[in-house]
Protein backbone atom coordinates (compact mmCIF):
# COMPACT_ATOMS: atom_id res chain seq x y z
CA UNK A 1 0.00 0.00 0.00
CA UNK A 2 0.90 3.60 -0.30
CA UNK A 3 3.25 5.06 2.08
CA UNK A 4 3.41 8.39 4.00
CA UNK A 5 3.16 11.19 1.57
CA UNK A 6 4.02 14.45 1.90
CA UNK A 7 3.71 17.95 0.09
CA UNK A 8 5.36 19.81 -1.43
CA UNK A 9 8.42 18.13 -1.56
CA UNK A 10 10.50 21.31 -1.92
CA UNK A 11 8.86 25.21 -0.50
CA UNK A 12 11.08 27.89 -1.02
CA UNK A 13 9.42 30.97 0.77
CA UNK A 14 10.38 34.76 1.18
CA UNK A 15 11.29 35.62 4.78
CA UNK A 16 8.22 36.34 6.25
CA UNK A 17 5.57 34.37 5.01
CA UNK A 18 3.49 31.93 5.97
CA UNK A 19 3.47 28.30 4.63
CA UNK A 20 1.56 25.14 5.16
CA UNK A 21 3.23 21.91 4.91
CA UNK A 22 0.93 18.58 4.23
CA UNK A 23 1.36 14.83 5.24
CA UNK A 24 -1.03 12.04 4.42
CA UNK A 25 -0.36 9.17 6.60
CA UNK A 26 -0.30 5.37 5.62
CA UNK A 27 -3.90 4.54 5.93
CA UNK A 28 -5.43 2.92 8.99
CA UNK A 29 -2.33 4.65 11.30
CA UNK A 30 -3.96 6.65 14.43
CA UNK A 31 -0.97 8.37 15.24
CA UNK A 32 1.05 10.81 13.00
CA UNK A 33 4.11 12.96 14.02
CA UNK A 34 6.08 15.75 12.48
CA UNK A 35 9.91 15.98 13.38
CA UNK A 36 12.53 18.87 12.29
CA UNK A 37 15.99 17.99 10.36
CA UNK A 38 18.10 20.96 10.07
CA UNK A 39 21.26 20.67 7.84
CA UNK A 40 23.75 18.69 9.37
CA UNK A 41 21.63 18.11 12.35
CA UNK A 42 19.61 14.88 13.77
CA UNK A 43 15.96 14.73 13.50
CA UNK A 44 13.74 16.53 16.40
CA UNK A 45 10.64 16.15 17.76
CA UNK A 46 8.03 18.85 16.98
CA UNK A 47 4.40 17.32 17.59
CA UNK A 48 2.00 14.46 17.30
CA UNK A 49 -1.27 13.12 16.85
CA UNK A 50 -3.49 10.46 18.46
CA UNK A 51 -6.94 10.87 15.83
CA UNK A 52 -6.98 14.43 15.96
CA UNK A 53 -5.89 15.46 19.00
CA UNK A 54 -1.84 16.41 20.24
CA UNK A 55 -0.98 14.68 23.43
CA UNK A 56 2.68 16.21 23.03
CA UNK A 57 3.24 19.56 20.98
CA UNK A 58 6.13 20.13 23.49
CA UNK A 59 8.71 20.17 20.27
CA UNK A 60 7.27 23.15 18.67
CA UNK A 61 9.51 25.62 18.51
CA UNK A 62 7.84 29.05 19.02
CA UNK A 63 3.87 29.70 18.54
CA UNK A 64 4.74 30.91 14.77
CA UNK A 65 4.49 27.39 14.40
CA UNK A 66 0.87 25.46 14.56
CA UNK A 67 -0.09 22.13 13.42
CA UNK A 68 -3.81 20.20 12.82
CA UNK A 69 -5.42 17.13 12.00
CA UNK A 70 -8.79 16.55 10.37
CA UNK A 71 -10.82 13.36 9.95
CA UNK A 72 -7.99 11.17 11.50
CA UNK A 73 -5.89 11.25 8.77
CA UNK A 74 -4.29 14.46 6.82
CA UNK A 75 -2.18 16.76 9.13
CA UNK A 76 -1.04 20.39 8.09
CA UNK A 77 1.81 21.95 9.73
CA UNK A 78 1.78 25.97 9.49
CA UNK A 79 4.44 27.82 9.96
CA UNK A 80 3.55 31.89 10.34
CA UNK A 81 6.04 34.47 9.53
CA UNK A 82 8.65 32.50 8.58
CA UNK A 83 12.11 32.99 9.57
CA UNK A 84 15.49 31.38 7.72
CA UNK A 85 16.08 29.69 10.95
CA UNK A 86 12.89 27.62 10.26
CA UNK A 87 15.36 26.28 6.85
CA UNK A 88 14.80 22.46 7.47
CA UNK A 89 13.40 19.44 6.07
CA UNK A 90 10.21 18.87 7.78
CA UNK A 91 9.43 14.94 8.09
CA UNK A 92 6.16 13.43 8.58
CA UNK A 93 5.72 9.82 10.20
CA UNK A 94 3.04 7.51 11.27
CA UNK A 95 2.26 4.20 13.42
CA UNK A 96 -0.60 2.31 13.91
CA UNK A 97 -1.15 3.31 17.25
CA UNK A 98 1.06 4.51 20.02
CA UNK A 99 1.37 1.97 22.83
CA UNK A 100 4.31 -0.99 22.77
CA UNK A 101 4.72 -2.83 19.22
CA UNK A 102 2.05 -0.38 17.46
CA UNK A 103 4.82 2.43 17.58
CA UNK A 104 7.14 1.98 15.06
CA UNK A 105 7.18 5.06 12.89
CA UNK A 106 7.67 4.95 8.60
CA UNK A 107 8.58 8.00 7.34
CA UNK A 108 7.80 10.36 4.74
CA UNK A 109 10.48 11.69 2.41
CA UNK A 110 9.68 15.22 3.98
CA UNK A 111 9.25 18.51 2.46
CA UNK A 112 13.07 20.64 1.90
CA UNK A 113 11.87 24.41 2.87
CA UNK A 114 13.89 27.27 2.05
CA UNK A 115 13.44 30.69 3.76
CA UNK A 116 15.40 33.45 1.56
CA UNK B 1 24.40 16.65 27.55
CA UNK B 2 22.74 14.82 24.26
CA UNK B 3 19.99 12.54 25.36
CA UNK B 4 21.09 10.06 22.61
CA UNK B 5 25.12 9.96 21.79
CA UNK B 6 26.97 8.34 18.50
CA UNK B 7 30.06 8.52 16.78
CA UNK B 8 29.61 10.49 14.14
CA UNK B 9 31.79 8.65 12.06
CA UNK B 10 32.82 8.37 9.02
CA UNK B 11 33.65 4.67 9.34
CA UNK B 12 34.98 3.88 5.96
CA UNK B 13 35.61 0.37 5.69
CA UNK B 14 36.30 -2.63 2.65
CA UNK B 15 33.50 -4.81 1.07
CA UNK B 16 33.13 -7.94 3.82
CA UNK B 17 34.42 -5.89 6.89
CA UNK B 18 32.68 -6.12 9.86
CA UNK B 19 31.66 -3.26 11.32
CA UNK B 20 30.03 -2.20 15.35
CA UNK B 21 28.39 1.06 15.78
CA UNK B 22 27.41 2.63 19.52
CA UNK B 23 25.10 4.85 20.96
CA UNK B 24 24.34 5.49 24.70
CA UNK B 25 20.92 7.30 25.85
CA UNK B 26 20.81 9.27 29.34
CA UNK B 27 17.07 8.50 29.87
CA UNK B 28 16.66 5.40 31.50
CA UNK B 29 12.84 5.39 31.38
CA UNK B 30 13.20 4.96 27.88
CA UNK B 31 11.33 1.79 26.75
CA UNK B 32 11.73 1.19 22.83
CA UNK B 33 14.80 1.25 20.93
CA UNK B 34 15.33 1.17 17.19
CA UNK B 35 18.16 1.30 14.50
CA UNK B 36 16.89 3.63 11.48
CA UNK B 37 19.36 4.14 8.69
CA UNK B 38 18.93 7.55 6.19
CA UNK B 39 20.58 7.73 3.24
CA UNK B 40 21.65 10.99 1.38
CA UNK B 41 19.10 13.45 1.31
CA UNK B 42 16.28 10.63 1.90
CA UNK B 43 13.91 9.67 4.79
CA UNK B 44 14.54 7.35 7.46
CA UNK B 45 13.55 4.18 7.14
CA UNK B 46 13.85 1.53 10.12
CA UNK B 47 16.60 -0.90 10.16
CA UNK B 48 15.17 -2.56 13.34
CA UNK B 49 14.21 -2.98 16.82
CA UNK B 50 16.34 -3.18 19.78
CA UNK B 51 15.54 -5.36 22.20
CA UNK B 52 16.86 -6.43 25.62
CA UNK B 53 17.81 -9.95 24.82
CA UNK B 54 19.55 -8.82 21.55
CA UNK B 55 18.09 -9.70 17.80
CA UNK B 56 19.60 -10.32 14.76
CA UNK B 57 18.23 -9.90 11.03
CA UNK B 58 20.75 -11.67 8.46
CA UNK B 59 24.36 -9.53 8.48
CA UNK B 60 22.53 -7.12 11.27
CA UNK B 61 22.43 -8.02 15.16
CA UNK B 62 21.58 -5.73 17.45
CA UNK B 63 21.99 -5.36 21.34
CA UNK B 64 20.50 -3.26 24.02
CA UNK B 65 22.66 -3.05 27.54
CA UNK B 66 19.77 -1.14 29.78
CA UNK B 67 21.99 -1.05 32.51
CA UNK B 68 24.71 0.98 30.83
CA UNK B 69 22.03 2.29 28.92
CA UNK B 70 24.10 1.80 25.60
CA UNK B 71 22.45 0.21 22.57
CA UNK B 72 25.01 -1.06 19.21
CA UNK B 73 24.55 -2.49 15.97
CA UNK B 74 27.05 -5.06 14.47
CA UNK B 75 26.87 -5.08 10.52
CA UNK B 76 28.59 -8.37 9.05
CA UNK B 77 30.05 -8.82 5.38
CA UNK B 78 29.21 -5.28 5.11
CA UNK B 79 28.02 -4.82 1.00
CA UNK B 80 28.22 -1.66 -0.90
CA UNK B 81 24.42 -0.82 -0.30
CA UNK B 82 25.41 -0.40 3.30
CA UNK B 83 26.62 3.12 3.20
CA UNK B 84 24.47 5.29 4.88
CA UNK B 85 23.76 7.59 8.04
CA UNK B 86 22.85 4.94 10.59
CA UNK B 87 20.35 6.59 13.32
CA UNK B 88 20.33 5.72 17.22
CA UNK B 89 16.86 6.05 18.32
CA UNK B 90 15.12 5.50 21.50
CA UNK B 91 11.72 7.01 22.58
CA UNK B 92 11.36 9.76 25.16
CA UNK B 93 10.20 8.84 29.00
CA UNK B 94 7.74 7.09 30.23
CA UNK B 95 5.98 6.32 26.44
CA UNK B 96 6.48 5.23 23.27
CA UNK B 97 5.47 7.67 20.62
CA UNK B 98 7.77 10.40 20.51
CA UNK B 99 11.60 9.45 19.16
CA UNK B 100 14.72 11.13 20.34
CA UNK B 101 17.10 10.53 17.57
CA UNK B 102 20.99 10.61 17.69
CA UNK B 103 22.65 12.30 15.16
CA UNK B 104 23.67 9.49 13.67
CA UNK B 105 26.85 7.16 11.95
CA UNK B 106 28.19 7.22 8.73
CA UNK B 107 29.40 4.40 7.19
CA UNK B 108 31.02 4.45 3.96
CA UNK B 109 31.92 1.07 2.49
CA UNK B 110 33.97 0.90 -0.73
CA UNK B 111 35.19 -1.64 -3.11
Known amino acids: GAGVSQSPSNKVTEKGKDVELRCDPISGHTALYWYRQSLGQGLEFLIY????????KSGLPSDRFSAERTGGSVSTLTIQRTQQEDSAVYLC??????????????FGAGTRLSVL | RKEVEQDPGPFNVPEGATVAFNCTYS??????FFWYRQDCRKEPKLLMSVYSSGNEDGRFTAQLNRASQYISLLIRDSKLSDSATYLC????????????FGAGTRLAVHP
Open chain 2, 89 to 100: VVTASGGYNKLI
Open chain 1, 93 to 106: ASSSGTGKGKNIQY
Open chain 2, 27 to 32: NSASQS
Open chain 1, 49 to 56: FQGNSAPD
